[in-house]
């Protein structure tokens, strides 16, 4: 089993980045997928989620009307497009997979300063 992110790096305040998380190992499209976070000294934090077939999304209040999930599950792939990103959106973003197990990947950096 495998979930590997991508796309993450810096970026200026007001900029944009899409990230990737590749599944491989289990059926995907049976699973919820989520994006969290985690920032120096902080907790882990949801930031959104996606159901299996891709048909209802949630997001925290943070990142409403900035962020977007989607998911190809053709693909194996669920995407996170952030928009109009903060320094305060500077964090680790992981991608987790839940149905009857849970699984979590190993993260990528998103820096977003000036």
């Known amino acids: 089993v495998q979930l590997v992110e991508s796309g993450g790096g810096l970026v200026q305040p007001g900029g944009s980045l899409r990230l990737s998380c590749a599944a491989s190992?289990?059926?995907?499209?049976?699973?919820?997928m989520s994006w969290y976070r985690q920032a120096p000294g902080k907790e882990r934090e949801l930031v959104a989620v996606?159901?299996?077939?891709?048909?209802?999304?949630n997001y925290a209040d943070s990142v409403k009307g900035r962020f977007t999930v989607s998911r190809d599950n053709a693909k194996n792939t669920v995407y996170l497009q952030m928009n109009s990103l903060k320094p305060e959106d500077t964090a680790v973003y992981y991608c987790?997979?839940?149905?009857?197990?849970?699984?979590w990947g190993q993260g990528t950096q998103v820096t977003v300063s000036s």
């Open positions: 190992g289990f059926t995907f499209s049976r699973y919820i």
């Open positions: 987790k997979a839940n149905f009857i197990v849970t699984y």
């Open positions: 996606i159901t299996s077939a891709g048909g209802s999304t």
